[in-house]
């Protein structure tokens, strides 16, 4: 069971604009900045969104990130088959003194 | 570019041993903050072990604390990551990584280990 809470999986159409949530609490997401990974088929993770809304060169300005109290959300418009990974949510827990991941949400474009 | 080369996954039985390396380029090794991270097949990321740059700062996830010991040689530029007392569930993709808070870039392709009777 991990810490921050996302959901399993997420879909929409070419074009279209979704949003995958991650959920947690005031010793992560309530207190510390939030970090994306992305995850292609097959491969390894990949830094994909820092410090909540800041995109690593080569991510396109269609994806944006954002956080708000215990939750953080990461928002991808314009979706294109290429999209399509698995989503990795984590931050640093001041509790637990180490950072934690979200169970990771499956993007799938129709 | 900074990459990253794990190796020395393999089929170890419970309660078995192994000893993961991985080896790094295009980055200042010794400055580099470093952690591994795995996950099981199917499942998220769990982040179990960071060491400093000198090594004279190491932290274990409570899962590992124990049977698991991280390294490194910065003369070679390599991270170990020493497993010992196997579980079933110890199985998975391990990751090295240079990074520190929740922040870990680059990745490495992974090492999978799989610990099975």
């Known amino acids: 069971q991990s810490v921050l809470t996302q959901p399993p999986s997420v879909s929409g159409a070419p074009g279209q604009r979704v949003t995958i949530s991650c959920s947690g609490n005031r010793s992560n997401i309530g207190g510390n900045t939030v970090n994306w990974y992305q995850q292609l088929p097959g491969m390894a993770p990949k830094l994909f969104m820092y410090?909540?809304?800041q995109r690593p060169s080569g991510v396109p300005d269609r994806i944006s990130g954002s956080r708000s109290g215990t939750s953080a959300s990461l928002a991808i418009s314009g979706l294109q088959p290429e999209d399509e990974a698995d989503y990795h949510c984590?931050?640093?827990?001041?509790?637990?003194?180490?950072?934690?991941f979200g169970g990771g949400t499956k993007l799938t474009v129709l | 570019e900074a990459q990253l080369v794990e190796s020395g996954g393999g089929l170890v039985q419970p309660g078995g041993s192994l000893r993961l390396s991985c080896e790094a380029s295009?980055?200042?090794?010794?400055?580099?903050?470093m952690n591994w991270i795995r996950q099981a097949p199917g499942k998220g990321l769990e982040w179990i072990a960071y060491?400093?740059?000198?090594?004279?700062?190491?932290f274990y996830a409570d899962s590992v604390k124990g049977r698991f010991t991280v390294s490194r040689d910065n003369a070679e530029t390599i991270l170990y990551l020493d497993m010992n007392t196997l579980r079933v569930e110890d199985t998975g993709f391990y990751y090295c990584t240079p990074g520190g808070g929740s922040w870990f870039d680059p990745w490495g392709q992974g090492t999978l280990v799989t610990v099975s009777p």
């Open positions: 410090s909540n809304n």
């Open positions: 060491i400093s740059g000198s090594s004279d700062t190491i």
């Open positions: 295009g980055l200042t090794f010794s400055a580099s903050n």
């Open positions: 984590a931050a640093w827990d001041d509790s637990l003194n180490g950072p934690v």
